[in-house]
């Protein structure tokens, strides 16, 4: 584990929920951390990495509270890629069936 450089504290704002990443982001809406001109992170990893260790090989970071510039650890969990894309699908349907109340949620008669 690390100590994260206060350039890095400097562009996180600490809600009530979430620890928001304020700095650049990437295309994917992600926080973008440049350590150094060969090292970049995604603000997230970087936060996990430094205050819980890496996580096992294999793995990525699912951001449980469905933030995508959130970096606070414990709203971080491992998941297997295939995880990670079951439940972003969970997510979005949930969010179309929010935004268009004639659809019939899962296990609701049509």
């Given amino acids: ?7 890095f504290w400097a562009r996180v704002t600490k809600t009530d929920d979430c620890w928001l990443w304020t700095g650049a982001h990437d295309r994917d809406g992600y926080g973008a951390y440049t ?5 970049k992170w995604r603000a997230h990893r970087l936060a996990y990495v430094a205050m819980r260790g890496n996580h ?3 793995l ?3 951001h449980r509270c469905e933030v ?3 970096v606070r650890p414990d709203h971080l969990e491992p998941v297997t890629h295939a995880e990670n ?7 979005r349907r949930r ?11 899962a296990g609701q008669a049509a």
Avoid: F, H, W, Y
């Fill in 1 to 7: 584990m690390r100590t994260l450089p206060a350039a």
């Fill in 35 to 39: 350590e150094s001109r060969t090292k």
């Fill in 56 to 58: 096992a090989p294999g």
């Fill in 60 to 62: 990525e970071l699912d």
């Fill in 68 to 70: 995508r510039n959130c």
């Fill in 85 to 91: 894309v079951r439940r972003a699908a969970l997510r």
């Fill in 95 to 105: 969010l179309q069936t929010a935004a268009c109340p004639d659809i019939p949620s």
